[in-house]
């Protein structure tokens, strides 16, 4: 064979390889709306990008007559390309192949991309397809998957890790995409259960429909398992390149600055109106967040889950901030234990990807309840005050109106290590609201009054006293627990100007092995 035989060869081979599991199985994917490995990583890596690795290797099992049939690659695509210009390591399932399941040599492959992507600080994209462990391996595929997991864990806050649920996900299958910290489904294709249906039905007797057991609008709003839902895989990959472009490549490196157009002192009067007169009404807190963001930009996680509060991705001045606002719009904006859960782990992430936080307070405090007592709200009210007290990345918090009770300690205050804590006049700082206050501080002069009349005059005379004395943020202010009552119209201003300053900050925790979060 001359060289010319043996390149003829190469691509013989890279074009059999390319094929996955052949033409008639890429049809069936292509009818089911989805797109191969190949042109999922094609679409989501800049143009001509992309490195494979690993094209020729094969399975070894030789269980059920598994030595006839061999695919090149084995299932799944690894290698490596850019997003924007920076390097990301990439693995796509082929379904095509064994139905994406994973054989020993696949998990090989999958690690292989994962330890580079830890030598060279790079995240880790995973898109999954699969049928889960490929069923004739047994005890291999399995250990495959704890290699996985192990993987996972250790990378778990030194490459961001994303994975995309792009078709099945099952059974022990689902624990990689959990480790990691984001996870997106598609609307239609994609599930994500620990056990069927079939299985559910045989061991607890409920029907139940793939769709309603783990599709994405469950993990999307119930489960909160997913943080992003989209139409469609293009849809999808996009939003990968957009999370990526504000992210670091690693926990050494600070979040790209990107250039910044949009004034930094830019006034928006509209704030100033923006917070009702009345406390008892609500208004959409996104609505200022697209005011004071760079370019109105703003990424939101968990858009469908915990409604209640708002996390996210936006820059300010070109700079990468995750910003974390109480929703009045959405149950008022209290602290439940979903919403705690969600701002806790956007909060860690953040923190470990030296991303600074931003946070926007309008809380009336936790939801009480018998509900939430026993669904444990202490415990993952913990988690949230945890995560903000250990954070050491900058942290500038704006207090919009109410901020009452445990609930305004844990939401970024002063003693909780928050760095520029300012508040708008329109700021409602106190152990309680004025209904609850008097109730308790008034219960006994209320209850002498026999005339109606003059007992609704008397409760609002001690309202009206309770609410000039605590309803705004000068009592806060006045002990230097608020920084600065500031016009909302600056607030933009402010932030980046606190987040300028904040560039150098150095702030350590004490010397331990790890904390213990109340998990
Ligand atoms: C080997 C598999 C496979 C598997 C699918 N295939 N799953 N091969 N091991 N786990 C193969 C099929 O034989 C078929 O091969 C091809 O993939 C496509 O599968 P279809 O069934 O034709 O596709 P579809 O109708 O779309 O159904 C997809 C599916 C179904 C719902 C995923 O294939 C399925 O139920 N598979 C088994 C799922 C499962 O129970 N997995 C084990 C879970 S336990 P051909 O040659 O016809 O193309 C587990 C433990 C992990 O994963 C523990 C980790 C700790």
Redesign the pocket.
Known sequence: MNNQDKIRKLIELRNEARMG?GEV?IDKQHAQGKMTARERIEMLVDDGSFEELDMFVTHRCTNFGMEKTKFKGDGVVIGHGTIDGRVVYVYAQDFTV??G?LSETMAQKICKIMDMAMKVGAPVIGINDS??????EGVTA?AG??EIFERNILASGVVPQISAIFG?C????V?SPALTDFIMMTEENSYMFVTGPKVVKTVTGENITVDDLGGANVHSSKSGVSHFKVENEEEGLMMIRKLVSYLPQNNFEEAPLTECTDPIDRLEDNLNEIVPANPNMPYDVKDIIYSIVDDSEFLEIHQHYARNIVVGFSRFGGQSVGIIANQPNFLAGVLDCDASRKAARFIRFCDAFNIPLLTLVDVPGFLPGSGQEYAGIINHGAKLMFAYGEATVPKVTVTLRKSYGGAHCVMSSKQLRGDFNYAWPSAEIAVMGAKGAIEVLEGRNVRKIEDDTEKAEYIQKKTDEYEDAFANPYQAASYGYIDDVIEPRNTRFRIIRAFQNLQTKKVTNPLKKHSNIPL
């Open positions: 599991g199985r064994f139905g399941s049928g889960g462990a490929r069923i004739q399995l998957y704890a099945p099952a059974g022990g299958a624990y």
